[in-house]
Nanobody
Framework: QVHVVESGGGSVQAGGWLKLSCVATGSTGSRNAMAWFRQAPGKGREGVVCLNSFGSKIYEDSVNGRFIVSKGNAENSLTLEMYQLKPDDSAIYYC???????????????????WGKGTQVTVSA
């Protein structure tokens, strides 16, 4: 069984920053692609950033230049530093683990097998 746990969400004013962390534990097998997704109220879940199995980082345009993804110190761990936050960044942020998190230069959830429960990020104007 695999458990994915996110931490670090919170509330911040526009222009501020937050750092999210994620760790996956258990029988992860050969899965080593990790990604962040988010879902705002009334909207579908969207990709944010992928750290694929080759170590490449794929950012969606909406966060490119503002967000930074890094491998954590522990195996199957991930951090997301979010800067210059905007109210549109408000959402529940989910971390996921799988074998593939990108396709044609975009973040995809199709290859993600395990998901965390999410952490809330709220950015006020």
């Amino acid at each position: 069984q695999v458990h994915v746990v996110e931490s670090g969400g919170g509330s911040v004013q526009a222009g501020g920053w937050l750092k999210l962390s994620c760790v996956a534990t258990g029988s992860t097998g050969s899965r080593n692609a990790m990604a962040w997704f988010r879902q705002a109220p009334g909207k579908g879940r969207e990709g944010v950033v992928c750290l694929n199995s080759f170590g490449s980082k794929i950012y969606e345009d909406s966060v490119n230049g503002r967000f930074i993804v890094s491998k954590g110190n522990a195996e199957n761990s991930l951090t997301l530093e979010m800067y210059q936050l905007k109210p549109d960044d408000s959402a529940i942020y989910y971390c996921a683990l799988g074998r593939v998190c990108d396709k044609w230069g975009r973040v995809t959830e199709a290859g993600m097998d395990y998901w965390g429960k999410g952490t809330q990020v709220t950015v006020s104007a």
